[in-house]
């Protein structure tokens, strides 16, 4: 039993598949991906990347044109798809696909999800700690009932070893230690309590330059890979159990960010 899973913030589905992102999905051998950053409407969507590596796809678009946006692809039939969160003002910006694969016995739900970055000025940060307030007792009804795995760009880089430099950033969004202690509550339950598991962090708990999945387009981020660790598999701790091989690809670029891919050994 085997089951891929890869999350990938796009930056724009039209400029990754410029990238190659096409091509390369195409030879990943996904069992699901999701996406994030889509900045496209249905209709930019419709025709040309509504199936992906021979995966239809499910949408959950932003209502500002060229914004935000997440997707998920998938080789098996969901039995069901739940899109947006049920909060107006983050439904109006794309940010949950949900595809459920129930069977008698099991309830199991793969997720896309986009988290707001808070860079861009207070406004914006203090949209996404409204956001995180929104989220973490979202999770905790949604684990009462069902197995899962979110993956997305969270926009948090939990520990200094998830980030270059994390000295220079703690009062950065991002690194701040209001997000750091969100994540710690997310996680620490984990513990004997029924949390959820950062899937790679459970499989590479010690890497510290090799883990990032982000860099700034400024200066030589990139090429000195000055990054973050900004994308993460979030999974119930049962499915967390079945992860055995995590990959973060970089021998192309397809946007700011690189595919997180996680194997499990488990199948939908």
Same mark, same amino acid.
């Given at each position: ?18 990238? #190659? ?21 249905? *209709? ?32 098996? *039939? ?10 107006? *003002?983050?439904?109006?910006? #794309? ?72 000295? #220079? ?100």
């Amino acid at each position: 039993m085997a089951f891929r899973l890869v999350t990938l913030n796009l930056n724009g589905i039209r400029s990754a598949a410029n990238k #190659g992102f096409l091509e390369w999905a195409a030879q990943a051998n996904a069992d699901c991906m999701g996406v994030q950053e889509v900045k496209a409407q249905h *209709e930019d969507v419709a025709g040309r990347f509504d199936t992906v590596a021979g995966m239809p796809g499910h949408f959950h678009y932003a209502e500002k044109k060229g914004y935000s946006g997440v997707g998920l692809y998938t080789r098996h *039939e969901p039995s069901d798809v739940k899109v947006g969160l049920g909060d107006a *003002e983050f439904d109006a910006e #794309g940010r949950w696909v949900e595809l459920r694969f129930d069977k008698p016995g099991r309830k199991l739900s793969i997720i896309s999800c986009y988290f707001p970055s808070g860079s861009s000025g207070e406004e914006r940060q203090q949209a996404k700690f409204r956001f995180l307030d929104i989220m973490a007792p979202h999770l905790a009804r949604l684990k009462k009932t069902r197995e899962f795995i979110l993956v997305g760009d969270v926009n948090i880089a939990h520990q200094e070893a998830d980030l270059k430099n994390w000295k #220079g950033n703690q009062k950065n969004s991002g690194f701040l230690p209001e997000e750091r202690a969100w994540m710690t509550a997310l996680l620490g339950a984990a513990k004997g309590q029924g949390g959820l598991v950062d899937v790679y962090r459970r499989l590479h708990p010690d890497t510290t330059d090799a883990c990032y999945t982000w860099w700034s387009n400024r200066g030589q981020a990139y090429a000195k890979n000055v990054g973050w660790r900004l994308d993460y598999h979030l999974a119930t701790p049962a499915l967390a159990e079945h992860a055995h091989t995590a990959a973060i690809y970089k021998d192309q670029k397809f946007s700011d960010h690189a595919p997180l891919t996680i194997d499990y050994g488990f199948s939908l």
